[in-house]
């Protein structure tokens, strides 16, 4: 019966729905886009390597100012120590710089890394060769260039065996790195590696901002860890210093992003609200209308409630089918943003479930004043409207 | 003594409340209707007829006064309890027909029986057989607006039938209808009532129309003017606020008492009430109702004819 009611005023009931439409629809687009992101930064932080510990002077903390580090190479030697094997350590000293090549340039990052980087992280390179342990000892101006800056300077060229240019100062491109994607809209292959003593000279310093290591099995990951923050405390008394596994990365990044994901499905939920503002409207319009046909039905035997069920179940039907129809709409343009375009969405079921008991419960609470309007009309008074 | 009243009203009275002034719309009517009685309700326009009519069929409730429908206590009841009561005992037909729109004859018929819980097969045969019983056998899918105003009125006439009720209330039914079909419609009425036993209660303007009622009653500023039924006595005896009631006739000069000659009408009488057939002497309405009706109405007509 309220079924028939809806077919009956399909083009207002169509536009009544569209509010409910928009509104779940968005919920489910930006929930998409939310989870997608989060999904993909999970997958590129594993992506790294398995049991890995970043070493960072001061705190992993959200909001946490960086610390200039004072960690110089001779710690990363105490390092090797307490872990007992060189080809498990890694360390950076990163700075963006110019790189020219030909008539080209590319502004990247150029990181001052050792030869073990590929061991420790996982990096897979297109062409080419990586690092040597001598390159790093002689400090050789060598280069390994990521995918973006060997597009940018060489367009059609291969890169492997020409000369470049760190602000100013001339490396040899010794090998490519298989491109990585994007990570949060920035280009992770947008970056270039040189020996970390090689870079230390570039940018006149003697210090690495941080040091990776790969723990042999997950069981003593902590105690390595402790270990290595205690030689690190005992070397620097007075400074702090942490050692963070990617499970507490992920842990910091999910938090950040799970907030994130709760903006956007609270924006699009406010969508959903005026949607259901939009229902009330509607209802109260269609009580009005229909006030003769309320009287007639009270006539013939219809209790308040029954009137006022029947306008509370069309309200209901009205945002339930919007619901699935904006769910329909939302995870077709989810996909087809993953498809098309930079930004991933990830359709999850309990984005969908909340968004269709979301518009359900709109049309409960929206429909509930005009169904009590409808169930108490006077059938007198109802019967004589218009 | 003849069966408990269908409905029953003592010195019942109705004042609506219009922007701080009272308006006694009905100031103490007392009537009974009984089982299969057939009762032309006259008056002028604002006199309080519909105003009755609403209270008599519980779909308002008295401001002074006592009304038993079906035998319970209007003011006893919850809007819920009205409601239901309503249902069981009451059928309405109005002027304006009010059938739903976009929704089939059969539908509309059946409504009544949505609210009584009965399974939606069920339905349609029960609201079927009604239209096949108001001459609309063919008719059953054609929504309103497909049909004309005597064919609405008809179905609007199942629509208070289905439920089988003790009491059909129709409030100028023929008001919205040319002459002929308005004709048809009323003896479609008047057979209804004679073959199925339901007590029939009619506002009415016409006077031959009125003549032809089994009883009569009058209205004027919301009181009873007149009862046929008071001086003679003999069904509502037990009624003492209708029977002492004088009898003056405000819009027909005839002497009240020799208004009802049992001649006029089949007697339904008081028989206990069967929903079975169609009346006696009266064949089975097709569609030829309308034509059929306008045949028969000269017959009491005539005998009103020379009275006034
Ligand atoms: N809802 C209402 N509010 C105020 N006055 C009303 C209302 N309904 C009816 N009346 C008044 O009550 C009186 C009786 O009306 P009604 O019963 O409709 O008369 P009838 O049906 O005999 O023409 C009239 O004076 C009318 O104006
Ligand atoms: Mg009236």
């Known amino acids: 019966m309220a079924l028939g009611a809806l077919r009956a005023n399909r083009l207002r009931s169509a536009l009544t729905m569209l509010g409910v439409i928009i509104g779940v629809a968005s919920v489910v687009i930006l929930v998409a886009i939310g989870t997608g992101t989060k999904q993909q930064v999970e997958q590129q932080v594993e992506g790294l390597g398995s049991n890995l510990l970043l070493v960072v002077p001061g705190r992993l903390d959200v909001g946490a100012a960086p610390a200039v580090s004072p960690l110089t190479l001779a710690d990363v030697d105490a390092v090797v120590r307490v872990v007992g094997d060189r080809d498990r350590v890694a360390v950076t000293v990163a700075s963006g710089a110019t790189v020219r090549a030909g008539g080209r340039a590319d502004f990247s990052t150029v990181q001052g890394v050792l030869e073990t980087t590929p061991a420790v992280f996982t990096r897979e390179l297109a062409r080419g060769r990586y690092l040597s342990g001598s390159d790093v000892d002689t400090s050789r101006r060598v280069a390994v260039l990521g995918a973006s800056v060997a597009r940018a300077l060489f367009p059609d060229r291969d890169p492997v065996g020409r000369q470049i240019t760190v602000a100013g100062v001339r490396f040899r491109v010794i090998g490519v790195f ?72 992920l842990g910091v990044l999910g938090d950040i992003l799970g907030v994130l994901t709760g903006v956007l499905a609270a924006i699009a939920g406010i969508s959903l609200l005026v949607g259901g503002v939009g229902v009330s409207n509607i209802m109260l319009v269609s009580v009005r209308e229909r006030t003769r046909e309320i009287g007639l039905r009270k006539a013939v035997g219809a209790r308040p409630r029954d009137i006022g069920v029947q306008f509370l179940l069309e ?43 979301v518009s359900a419960a709109v049309g409960i609470v929206f429909g509930v004043v005009p169904a009590q309007r409808a169930g108490r009309l006077d059938p007198v008074v109802a019967l004589r409207a218009e | 003594m003849s069966a408990a009243p269908a409905i029953e009203a003592t010195d019942v009275s109705r004042t609506y409340q219009l922007d701080g002034v009272s308006v006694p719309a009905l100031r103490g009517v007392s009537l009974t209707v009984a089982p299969g009685d057939y009762v032309a309700l006259v008056g002028p326009s604002g006199s309080g007829k519909s105003t009755l009519m609403h209270l008599l069929g519980g779909l308002d409730r008295p401001t002074g006064g006592r009304l038993a429908i079906g035998g319970r206590e209007v003011s006893s009841l919850s809007a819920a309890e009205l409601a239901a009561l309503r249902n069981r005992t009451i059928g309405f037909v109005f002027q304006a027909f009010h059938l739903l729109p976009r929704t089939s004859a059969v539908e509309n018929v059946a409504l009544p029986l949505v609210y009584r819980g009965v399974g939606a097969r069920q339905r349609r045969e029960r609201a079927a057989a009604m239209l096949d019983r108001v001459g609309l056998g063919h008719r059953l899918n054609h929504r309103p607006n497909q049909l004309s105003g005597g064919e609405q009125q008809r179905v609007a006439i199942a629509r208070a039938l289905v439920t089988d009720p003790a009491v059909l209330l129709a409030d100028e039914p023929t008001g919205n209808l040319d002459s002929a079909t308005g004709a048809a419609v009323l003896e479609l009425l008047e057979r209804l009532n004679a073959a199925s036993g339901v007590a029939l209660v009619l506002v009415t303007h016409d006077h031959e129309v009125a003549a032809r009622a089994r009883r009569r009653i009058a209205m004027r500023d919301g009181v009873v003017a007149a009862d046929s039924a008071a001086p003679a006595g003999e069904r509502h005896a037990d009624a003492p606020a209708a ?27 008081a ?32 005998d009103r004819g020379a009275a006034s």
């Open chain 1, 178 to 249: 298989a491109p990585l994607g994007q990570s949060l809209g920035v280009d992770r292959d947008d970056e270039v590696h040189v020996p970390v003593t090689a870079a230390q000279r570039l940018y006149g310093t003697q210090r690495v901002d941080g040091i990776a290591v790969k723990a042999p099995d997950r069981e003593r990951i902590d105690e390595l860890g402790d270990r290595i923050v205690a030689e690190l405390a005992r070397r620097h008394p007075g400074t702090e210093f942490s050692a963070v596994t990617q499970e507490q990365i």
């Open chain 1, 315 to 357: 309200a209901v039907l009205l945002t339930s089918v919007g619901g699935l129809t904006g769910m329909a709409l939302g995870v077709g343009t989810a996909l087809l943003v993953d498809a098309l375009s930079p930004i991933p969405a990830a359709i999850t079921w309990w984005s969908l479930a909340l968004a269709f008991g």
């Open chain 2, 243 to 269: 029977a002492e009631r004088p009898v003056e006739l405000h819009d027909r000069p005839a002497s009240g008492g020799a208004d009802r000659p049992d001649t006029l009408v089949p007697a339904p009488s």
């Open chain 2, 271 to 302: 028989e206990p009430r069967s929903a079975s057939g169609s009346g006696p002497g009266h064949p089975p309405g097709g569609s030829g109702g309308a034509t059929g009706a306008t045949g028969r109405l000269p017959r009491p007509a005539d």
